[in-house]
């Protein structure tokens, strides 16, 4: 048992009467056919976006088989194939592994053979934009607009148009024609506006997406000069600091931090430290050994005085020094003491005077050329000015045409910039768009582009290798992507294929041979092409950033600072009509289908405002009305509100106010403007006398309603969490965190001969990404439900990741995250009570689900002490007259589809098991140790699950399990998990070190009975099964 | 004597023995109905585009059964054969008038389809005879490397000249195999040849190969549902 105040919510915290009401409702409403509140047209348009199939075959129906006239070289019908494939994702560029079955992609992982995805990991957005390859709402033929009428046109006609366009402003050099782009990586798109900026030279160019990276490029140019960006090696770093950075889960190279972060948690060898500031809680901040929250606004100040604090040397802080204060001093400390071995992180949110700030502290550290290089980096383009320009020049008549590639800067411009009306100034506009949305409504040409896996691309990798795209299939649609379009702007002939290679060649001279080609188109990048370190003088320079951060915060209305954050599954909004990225919870908030005025308690409770309620927020002359979600960790006096929501025209997903589709969430862009495009200061909050219900996943699943006073002490048995100093003078402190009576099985034990498959995650490696989440979404062909469906407790995620809140200050918590799937129990408590056998083991430890026997009395959810099975109240896949074969292709053909009235939960990955060792067993040879490997454990970029056979001893989980902070959660009650956990191990500073939890060594595991007693709240917890409420 | 149940009960032994009649029958209707081989389309023969004759390729011209389906050892589907594969025999005539391969019946109106098809490139689309349902992950690579020769669920193909269904497909008869498989093991050579029968008792030819191949047949659900 730990000493600690353990809570998941705040109304858990409070033991509030709705939460006590969830809890006695495992299945909170009745199943009915249609959701209460939601008009069947709208239910169907969700259901029909979400995943579909084809009728059960009832009778029998003559089958088709098809085989192709002629098959490609290494296909194998039925067989995954893979290909690496350079692209950029949601503005980043990723180098990736798709998996291709027949000639159709069905996921995306990352590339294992190249640094930036770490070990081969993905997160979410990489996992889920494989869905919108087939959605059915993409633009899928050019469109001409006259007199409000669309006309559909042809590529032919199109191109004409176009080129007609160039040749009309060429006269003038191009003056009074511009491009909207939005920003890229991609050498081949630099290279043909520098071929079309020749031709055209007095042509606009133009860059614009909502969040980017431009502040740190021109802190670059203040402190060094020139514009570079940082690399990270954390393979040799001890002291990470991060200041509203989330460098190991978003941003470039996140996968490849996160993997070589979490290669130093392991408590036996040396361990890093992360401290972390933040305004709001990012999953770097999870994961850090010292976190504080702070308003955006106030980290360039800190950073000020640390530099000089660095100077001076830390002392340490008095015993009754606030958090901040010995946070501070403890950061100082190891800052100075590791110079060389440390490195300090400035989010993009920061200006670029913070930036600067920065760069110098890691200069004089002498971190430059240790922990981490400096490449060079593009000139900075601050966005919002250059999409001012655009607007400035289109009004005053300037600019007379404009070609939008992408993008879709009407929605996502802040609030004083005003595209909509410059666009209509415009003679002609173009927008090339994956889907329709705002913008493109606007225009006079819808042009369809291309999804990323449709065409050849490339892109500059994190490291500054060349990148190289291939096509994974041909367009579904009539479509282009943006190389093509400035293609034909530039006059350029040829296929992408050969556009690009023009690129490649040109990039490195070796890649002009065919074998080199080949070869750097099979890896996904071109070896050798990474960029060389500089190592830039640091200039003298003098910032405005000074100012008090330490003073307590008062909360007064009128002075609330409000952050803006890309939604961190929708992205900007481009992933709004993505389902599976609607429906996966925030890290932190656990908020789906929309997003919220996120606040602190404190916060909270100055302005009035209660969870769910609407607040009017108004800032910079804008004002936009949200739902009030109080977060522990929130920096104090100030909210944070995602954008990418509230899009009206993104389709029957994401909202489309001409199908009438209520838009999902609220746009916030009108409370930015271009000089507060990430946070802004002074917003007055006005509470509103109603409330609009928030789809938070945060208290669903409750594992057990005994008991709650002593819910947050069980929270410590469920997440086992120690310091350093504790692991190193009790390595198994885990194991002996509870205590309990000698375990009996009432049935006969059984042991498992041949194989004994068994997983393990490390929560001292997982950072809480979702990533895992997302790609058991896409392998495992769970459905989306909707948010109605959400509110009522029936999202269908196989793998959840809990997030737990810890500490006494709400203001300044620990936050853990824990993934928990199917522990495939020995002795699994699901299967006692299945009257149909439904739900059976294998000899293989497998607890295997058979849908055709399943009646759907959910007594095994009931049942399972971890809430993990997931019914299907309704059928998700319900057939829809549209679409449904597009929609059928992004299925992965080993897993069956579940209809409505059956239970499923997580399988292990049963199909990879299966071919795994079918393969293995045609090469007659035995599995290789770590040779299974699950769509959780191969998307997660920290290495922090491990699959494998526990039978076998050289095997990465059996290690795990040997591993003295392993542990099973609930393994108390006897139902013998398959997965363990490795206890979290916080690294913290002398400085900042919290009382050790001195309870429980010593006693041997089995404890005697009579000592039970003095233990009341894991008594509590060993019965916690029998008071399940049968809920059916 | 007094009646101690008056007399319209005498019809109630009718009314029950009629109940029991019908009662049968239903039950009689149903399992034979179940049991019935078209219920597990026992015989179902369609006809193909293109008439085919197993009985002349694999059984009197003895081409192997992997000349045609080969990736049958090494995936789960055993693939049918594009058309090109059709055409190393069966090419038609190019645009100069001359058959670039051999050309055995490059003119017969039968074979028009697969010329068709390696002209344009479209598929030849054969109606699928085996057909499992789609929550059965069978492999064809698992069996044949273990022994299992195609013979015991495709049945004599090569004898056959339009292919039809001959074993029930059912999962009972997968399972009465994998608790048992001896019988139906056979050295791995001689897994296409369908003629081959063993010399000794089939259960000692099978025991050994089992012990060779160190097979452990599965029976969980997950063995083969996903």
């Known amino acids: 048992m730990s000493s600690k105040k353990w809570y998941r919510s705040l109304s858990e915290l409070e033991n509030s009467s709705e939460f006590d009401e969830f809890l006695h409702r495992e299945f909170p409403q009745a199943a009915e056919e249609f959701p209460e509140g939601v008009s069947r047209r709208r239910w169907m348009q969700l259901m029909g976006a979400s995943l579909t199939l084809a009728g059960a075959a009832g009778c029998y129906k003559e089958e088709k088989l098809t085989p192709l006239a002629a098959r490609p070289v290494n296909r194998i019908p039925g067989e995954h194939q893979y290909f690496n494939t350079s692209v950029e994702v949601a503005g980043q560029p990723y180098a990736l592994r798709a998996t291709s079955n027949d000639g159709r992609p069905t996921k995306l992982d990352g590339n294992a053979l190249h640094s930036s995805s770490g070990n081969g990991g993905s997160n979410s957005y990489i996992q889920g934009s494989i869905l919108d390859l087939y959605d059915p709402d993409r633009l899928q033929s050019p469109f001409e607009k006259d007199n409000g009428e669309s006309f559909l046109r042809s590529w032919d006609e199109v191109d004409s148009a176009m080129s007609a366009l160039v040749k009309q402003f060429s006269a003038d050099g191009g003056a009074g024609l511009g491009i909207l782009s939005e920003p890229t990586t991609s050498p081949t798109v630099a290279r043909l506006k520098a071929a079309l900026q020749k031709k055209l030279p007095k042509l606009g160019w133009f860059e614009y997406r909502s969040t980017s990276n431009s502040n740190q490029l021109a802190g670059a140019v203040k402190a060094f000069g020139q514009p570079v960006r940082p690399l990270f090696d954390l393979t040799k770093t001890k002291i990470v600091a991060t200041f509203d950075c989330d460098l190991l889960s978003s941003g470039l190279n996140a996968q490849h931090y996160a993997k070589t972060f979490a290669d130093r948690r392991d408590p036996k060898g040396e361990m890093n430290r992360l401290y972390s500031v933040e305004s709001e809680f990012t999953t770097t901040g999870t994961a850090a050994d010292h976190h504080l929250s702070l308003a955006s606004s106030k980290i360039g100040a800190l950073l000020l005085d640390l530099e000089a604090a660095i100077d001076a040397g830390a002392t340490k802080p008095a015993d009754d020094a606030s958090h901040a204060e010995k946070f501070f001093a403890a950061l100082a400390d190891d800052l100075k003491a590791n110079a060389g071995d440390c490195v300090v992180a400035v989010g993009p949110g920061q200006p670029a005077d913070v930036h600067a700030i920065g760069f110098r502290i890691n200069s004089k550290l002498g971190n430059i050329g240790k922990t981490m290089t400096l490449v060079r980096g593009d000139k900075p383009v601050d966005h919002a000015d250059s999409l001012k320009d655009f607007a400035k020049q289109a009004k005053s008549g300037e600019l007379k045409a404009v070609v939008i590639l992408g993008g879709n800067p009407v929605y996502g411009a802040p609030a004083d910039i005003d595209v909509t009306s410059a666009i209509k100034k415009l003679e002609v506009s173009a927008h090339l768009t994956f889907l329709p949305n705002e913008t493109t409504g606007k225009c006079d040409w819808m042009l369809p582009m291309s999804h990323i896996l449709e065409g050849w691309s490339d892109t500059t990798l994190a490291d500054g290798s060349y990148g190289i795209g291939q096509p994974l299939i041909n367009p579904l649609f009539e479509s282009r992507s943006a190389i093509g379009m400035l293609a034909v702007l530039a006059g350029e002939s040829g296929d992408l294929q050969s556009l690009v290679r023009t690129t490649a060649g040109n990039v490195s001279g070796k890649l002009r041979t065919e074998a080199a080609w080949q070869k750097a188109v099979h890896n996904g990048f071109a070896d050798g092409t990474a960029a060389a370190a500089i190592e830039p003088t640091t200039a003298a320079f003098e910032v405005d950033a000074a100012g008090d951060w330490k003073a307590p915060v008062e909360v007064s209305n009128g002075q609330i600072e409000v952050l803006f954050t890309s939604s961190s599954t929708v992205f900007d909004g481009q992933f709004a009509n993505n389902g599976w990225l609607q429906e996966t919870p925030h890290p932190l908030t656990k908020l789906t289908w929309g997003n919220a005025a996120v606040m602190s308690p404190a916060t909270a409770k100055a302005l009035e405002l209660v969870d769910h309620q609407l607040t009017k927020v108004e800032v910079n002359g804008g004002r936009a009305v949200l739902p009030v979600y109080i977060q522990p960790g929130q920096a104090t006096g100030t909210i944070s509100v995602a954008l990418g929501y509230g899009r009206t025209q993104s389709g029957i997903v994401g909202g489309d106010e001409k199908q009438g589709v209520d838009p999902v969430g609220v746009d916030v862009s009108s409370l930015r403007t271009s000089s507060s495009m990430a946070f802004a200061t002074n917003a007055t909050l006005s509470p509103l006398q109603s409330e609009e219900k928030l789809a938070s996943t945060q208290d669903h699943f409750a594992i057990d309603k005994t008991g709650m006073e002593g819910i947050h002490d069980r929270i410590g048995d469920l997440i086992r969490e120690g310091s350093l100093d504790e692991y190193n003078k009790h390595p198994d402190f885990a194991e002996h965190r509870v205590h309990h009576p000698p375990l009996e099985s009432l049935w006969t034990e059984v042991s498992y001969e041949g194989h004994a498959w068994g997983m393990a995650i490390d929560l001292n490696k997982c950072i809480g990404c979702n990533g895992c989440v997302t790609a058991c979404q896409s392998e495992n062909n769970v459905p989306i439900v909707g948010k109605d469906q959400v509110q009522r407790n029936r999202e269908m995620h196989w793998l959840r990741v809990d997030r737990y809140f810890g500490g006494d200050d709400p203001e300044q918590p620990e936050v853990f995250s824990q993934p928990v799937t199917c522990m495939q129990c020995e002795n699994a408590p699901c299967e006692q009570v299945c009257p149909v056998a439904a739900t059976v083991h294998s000899d293989e430890g497998l607890n295997d689900m058979v849908y055709n026997r399943c009646i759907g009395t959910r007594y095994c959810g009931n049942n399972c002490p971890y809430k993990v099975r997931r019914f299907n109240f309704l059928n998700y896949r319900k057939e829809t007259k549209q679409d449904n074969l597009l929609q059928q292709l992004v299925l992965n053909p080993e897993v069956t589809v579940r209809s409505r009235g059956v239970m499923e939960k997580c399988t292990y990955c049963v199909q990879r098991i299966q071919n795994t060792k079918i393969t293995a067993k045609a090469e007659r040879r035995a599995i290789g140790d770590n040779e299974v490997v699950t769509a959780c454990q191969e998307a997660c970029p920290s290495d922090a699950i491990s699959f494998g056979d526990l039978n076998n001893p050289n095997s990465d989980v059996a290690k795990a399990h040997a591993d003295s902070r392993s542990y099973g959660m609930l393994s108390e009650l006897n139902v013998k998990p398959r997965t363990r956990y490795l206890a979290r191990i916080r690294n913290h500073h002398p400085w900042l070190a919290k009382a050790d939890h001195d309870h429980g060594h010593g006693h041997s595991h089995d404890e005697e009975l009579g000592s039970l007693e003095s233990n009341g709240a894991t008594v509590a917890s060993h019965d916690s099964t029998n008071s399940q409420e049968a809920s059916v | ?226």
Not at chain 2, 1 to 15: G, H, Y
Not at chain 2, 190 to 197: N, R
């Open chain 2, 1 to 226: 004597m007094s009646l101690i149940f008056p007399n319209w009960t005498n019809r109630l032994l009718a009314a029950a023995g009629a109940g029991a009649l019908i009662g049968a029958g239903y039950v009689g209707t149903i399992v034979f109905a179940a049991m019935h081989p078209t219920t597990h389309h026992i015989g179902y023969q369609p006809t193909q585009p293109v008439p085919f004759s197993h009985k002349l390729h694999a059984g009197q011209l003895k081409l192997d059964c992997r000349y045609c389906h080969n990736t049958v050892d090494r995936a789960a589907h055993a693939a049918i054969p594009p058309t090109a594969t059709c055409s190393n025999c069966h090419s038609g005539k190019n645009a100069k008038g001359v058959t670039p391969h051999v050309a055995v019946h490059s003119e017969s109106k039968k074979l028009a389809k697969v010329r068709e098809s390696a002209a344009t490139g479209d598929p030849v689309e054969w109606i699928k005879v085996h057909n499992l349902p789609d929550y059965v992950y069978f492999n064809h690579s698992a069996h044949v490397n273990s022994g299992v020769s195609c013979v015991s669920c495709h049945g004599r193909v090569d004898r056959m000249e339009k292919v039809q269904q001959v074993k029930t497909l059912s999962m009972a008869f997968c399972l009465d195999c994998h608790r048992n498989p001896e019988p139906h093991l056979r050295p791995l050579d001689k897994v296409t040849e369908l003629s081959w029968v063993p010399d000794e008792d089939p259960e000692v030819v099978g025991a050994k190969i089992r012990e060779e191949l160190n097979l452990h047949p599965k029976v969980n659900c997950s063995t083969c549902h996903r």
